[in-house]
C-alpha cells in the first residue's frame, strides 16, 4: 500500500489526528506549568493545582463513562444515522443535567466549607471547563473514526487560550488569570465542536424521549464507576495532599506529576484508536503486535528516564528541587506497569466483551488505594512522597489484576 493508500484509512488518519490533539492537550500545560511554577510560587501553584484537581470530579462526574459507552454504541451503530443522532442528543442532554448538578454541589462546598469560601472566585472561575467539557463531545468523533476537523479547531482554541498566561500573569497575585484561560480554552473547544456536529456532520437537534436520555446515562453507569474509581488514585493525591498538608505540598507534588502524567498520556493516540478497532474487529493478533512492541520500548523509556531524571527537572522548572526529584522517581517507576496495563484495560479486555471485569480491577485497586491514603494519614505518614509510594503500589496492583484476566478469558489465545 503506497503513503497516500495508507493515509485514506479511517484508522491511520483517526490516530493521526489523535496524536496531534493528544500532543497539545499536554504539551501545552508542559510548557504552561513550568512558568505557572517559577511566576506564582510554590504555594500559589498548589493553590491552582487544587482547585484544578476540585474540578477534575466534575469532569469526572459530566463523562459520566461516555468516552467509553459512547465510543462503543456509535462505532457499532454507525450505518445507522437515525440511530447516532438519538443517542448524541440523548447524551448531551444527559450531560447538561449532570453539570447543573455539579454546580449545585460546588455552591453547596463554597457555601459550606471555608477551604472553599476563602477562594470561591477561582473555583467559579474554573467552572468554565466544566461547561466547555459537556460541550465537547469527544466520543462521537472517536466512535466515527473521523477526529480530523475536530482536531484542528481544537488545538487552535486551546493555543489561544494559553497566550494570555504569558501576557497578565507576573506574579503570585494573578493566580485568577489560570482558571480564566483554562475556562476560555475548553468552552471555545465546545462551541466549535458543537458547530462541526450539527452543521458540518449532518446531525440534527431535537429533544429525543426521556427514556431515551435515562437509557443513555443508564448504559454510561457502568463505565461511569470505573472512571470514578480512576479519579480515586490520580485526581485525589493532589486534592487528599491539599486537604491535610497545605498549598505548598500540593506544588511540589504536583510539579512531579505533570510529568508523570504526560509520560502517561503518550498512549493515549493508541488507546483512542484502538478501542473502536478492537470492538468492532476483535483483532487479537493485531492487539498483540502493538501490544508487545510497546511494551518493549516503555521498558527502555522509563528507565532512561530514571537516569536523566534530574536533568529533566532543570530543564522544565529550572530547578533540580530534591523534594519534586525524589517524587518523580518514585512516580516514573509506575510507568513500567502503567503502559502495558492501560493497554490491556479499556481498549482489550473491555473491547473484547468484558467490561465489567476491567471496571471491578479499577474498583477494587482504587478501593485499596484510598484505604492505604487513609492508612498513611492516621499513622501521621502522608507525604508527596508516601502518596508517590502508595500510586507505584496501586498500579502495580492494577496490572497484576488484568494479567489474570487475560489468562482467565484466554483472549491471547485468539
Same mark, same amino acid.
Given at each position: ?6 493515509? %485514506? ?6 490516530? &493521526? ?9 499536554? =504539551? ?23 482547585? *484544578?484537581? !476540585? ?7 459530566? %463523562? ?10 456509535? #462505532?457499532?451503530?454507525?450505518? %445507522? ?16 443535567? =449532570?453539570? /447543573? ?9 463554597? #457555601? ?7 477562594? #470561591?472566585?477561582?473555583?467559579?472561575? *474554573? +467552572? ?22 475536530? $482536531? ?10 494559553? &497566550? ?13 488569570? /489560570? ?23 449532518? @446531525? ?61 498520556? !503518550? ?26 512492541? &510497546? ?6 523509556? /522509563? ?34 506497569? $502503567? ?17 465489567? +471485569? ?27 512522597? #508516601?502518596?508517590? @509510594? ?6 502495580? =496492583? ?17
Amino acid at each position: 500500500m503506497n503513503i497516500k493508500g495508507k493515509l %485514506d484509512n479511517p484508522m491511520v488518519t483517526n490516530f &493521526i489526528s489523535l496524536v496531534l490533539l493528544q500532543g497539545v492537550n499536554y =504539551l501545552l500545560p508542559l510548557i504552561s506549568f513550568p512558568f505557572l511554577f517559577r511566576i506564582l510560587g510554590v504555594e500559589r501553584y498548589g493553590l491552582v493545582t487544587f482547585g *484544578y484537581a !476540585l474540578m477534575q470530579y466534575f469532569v469526572m462526574f459530566t %463523562d459520566f463513562g461516555f468516552n467509553l459507552s459512547a465510543t462503543k454504541y456509535i #462505532s457499532q451503530h454507525r450505518q %445507522d444515522a437515525q440511530a447516532i443522532n438519538t443517542f448524541l442528543n440523548s447524551a448531551m442532554i444527559g450531560r447538561f443535567i =449532570l453539570c /447543573v448538578i455539579s454546580f449545585t454541589i460546588l455552591v453547596l462546598l463554597i #457555601s459550606t466549607f471555608e477551604k472553599f469560601r476563602s477562594e #470561591s472566585m477561582l473555583y467559579m472561575l *474554573y +467552572f468554565g471547563i466544566i461547561i466547555g467539557n459537556v460541550m465537547f463531545p469527544m466520543w462521537f468523533f472517536q466512535g466515527m473514526e473521523n477526529m480530523k476537523y475536530i $482536531t484542528i479547531f481544537n488545538i487552535v482554541a486551546k493555543s489561544l487560550s494559553f &497566550i494570555p498566561f504569558f501576557i497578565f500573569i507576573r506574579g503570585p497575585e494573578d493566580y485568577l488569570f /489560570v482558571p480564566i484561560c483554562y475556562s476560555v480554552g475548553f468552552i471555545l473547544a465546545g462551541l466549535v465542536s458543537i458547530f462541526i456536529v450539527y452543521y458540518k456532520m449532518g @446531525m440534527r437537534w431535537y429533544i429525543p424521549s426521556i427514556l431515551h436520555i435515562k437509557n443513555a446515562l443508564k448504559d454510561s453507569s457502568t463505565y461511569f464507576l470505573s472512571r470514578a474509581s480512576t479519579s480515586l488514585f490520580t485526581t485525589s493525591n493532589s486534592f487528599i495532599l491539599g486537604l491535610v498538608c497545605g498549598n505548598t505540598a500540593v506544588g511540589y507534588y504536583s510539579a512531579a506529576e505533570k510529568l508523570y502524567q504526560a509520560y502517561n498520556q !503518550l498512549l493515549s493516540p493508541f488507546t483512542g484508536v484502538l478501542f473502536p478497532h478492537i470492538a468492532k474487529s476483535r483483532d487479537v493478533a493485531f492487539f498483540k503486535k502493538v501490544f508487545y512492541r &510497546i511494551a518493549t520500548i516503555n521498558i527502555f523509556s /522509563v528507565s532512561l528516564v530514571l537516569l536523566i531524571a534530574s536533568y529533566v527537572l532543570q530543564i522544565v522548572y529550572d530547578t533540580a528541587d530534591s523534594n519534586i526529584l525524589h517524587i518523580f522517581r518514585t512516580l516514573i517507576c509506575a510507568c513500567f506497569v $502503567t503502559m502495558p496495563s492501560m493497554l490491556m484495560g479499556y481498549p482489550f479486555l473491555a473491547a473484547m466483551g468484558h467490561p465489567l +471485569f476491567t471496571n471491578w480491577t479499577v474498583i477494587c485497586t482504587s478501593v485499596l488505594h484510598i484505604t492505604g491514603l487513609f492508612l498513611l494519614f492516621l499513622l501521621h505518614i502522608l507525604t508527596p512522597v #508516601s502518596v508517590a @509510594m502508595m500510586v507505584v503500589c496501586s498500579e502495580a =496492583l492494577l496490572f497484576c489484576f488484568r494479567i489474570w484476566g487475560i489468562r482467565r478469558f484466554q483472549l491471547f489465545k485468539g
